[in-house]
């Protein structure tokens, strides 16, 4: 974007926590209501069946695109789709093996399908970035015997606590990097973070008993202390739809930190919205 150019509006459709290996082979109906979709992690098992790539396909293989008024929603698609890895993207699985089936599932429509680990994309005429990662996160070695216990990843990848406190340093320490970057060489950029799991202690159904520190890392100090350019942060994995606001110490209007996740067949997730699209206006 040249210098003095005003940015277009961007808008970003997000949906995480499909769970299509409980879906009995059934693809959920996904209407296209922004340019951009983010499936940010649990969408399904991409070694096990065909129902991940499946979905994937299908979504990516939709031609009109999302601002064709005269196509019903169900039969527009996307400019493009980002696609994240869940912890339960890997279960039944390994962590190293499982990755590159989803690289290869998106490779096979490179011109719509995009695999986001520790990835940043550019999106020039909206001046956005993306930066994409499951970010796992840190348990404090107080909570490891607890959490290897009672957290279903350490049983169904083979993964230990030392291994997912491994990954979350290199990916904060990464998406860290980045917004140092962006900010140095693209001052008037702003920035979307996409991970898997969530970045605020306010993501998380408070009637449900968890384990905090496999849900959430608290990063509201950083976001605030990086808004802007940080503009929006949005993730999945709690199975609670969120729309919150941190205000940031730079002034501007702040960042949203959201997520909208269908969740498991027969549960109902509160304010989940098929149609729900994160939107920047023009800067």
């Known amino acids: ?145 607890e959490a290897s216990r009672m957290v279903n990843d350490y049983y169904n990848i083979k993964l230990s606590v030392d291994d997912t406190n491994a990954f979350h340093e290199e990916e904060l320490n990464w998406i860290k990097e980045q917004v140092d970057r962006i900010t140095a060489q693209h001052g008037d950029d702003r920035i979307v973070v996409l991970t898997h799991h969530a970045p605020t202690p306010n993501s998380v159904n408070p009637a449900h008993h968890c384990l905090d520190a496999s849900a959430f890392t608290d990063l509201e100090a950083y976001i605030k202390a990086h808004t802007p350019p940080i503009a929006a942060w949005a993730y999945g994995h709690t199975h609670w739809c969120s729309r919150t606001t941190l205000e940031g110490e730079r002034g501007g209007p702040g960042c949203q930190v959201v997520s909208n996740a269908m969740g498991y067949p027969r549960e109902t997730i509160p304010h989940f919205d098929i149609t729900y699209a994160l939107a920047l206006p023009s800067s």
């Open 1 to 145: 974007m040249a210098v003095g150019e005003k940015a277009a509006p961007f808008r970003l459709q997000i949906l995480s926590d499909v769970h299509l290996e409980m879906r009995e082979g059934k693809l959920p109906a996904v209407p296209a209501t922004a340019p951009f979709l983010a499936l940010l992690g649990d969408i399904g098992y991409p070694h096990v069946g065909g129902d991940y790539q499946r979905f994937l396909l299908h979504l990516a293989d939709r031609p009109a695109p999302a601002s064709s008024s005269d196509v019903a929603p169900e039969e527009r698609g996307w400019d493009r789709i980002f696609v994240l890895a869940g912890n339960h993207e890997y279960y039944k699985g390994h962590y190293e093996k499982v990755k590159p089936i989803i690289a290869g599932v998106c490779a096979m429509r490179p011109d719509k399908l995009m695999f986001l680990d520790r990835t940043a994309v550019r999106l020039d005429k909206e001046g956005v970035w993306l930066l994409g990662c499951t970010l796992w996160t840190h348990i404090p070695e107080s909570e490891g015997a």
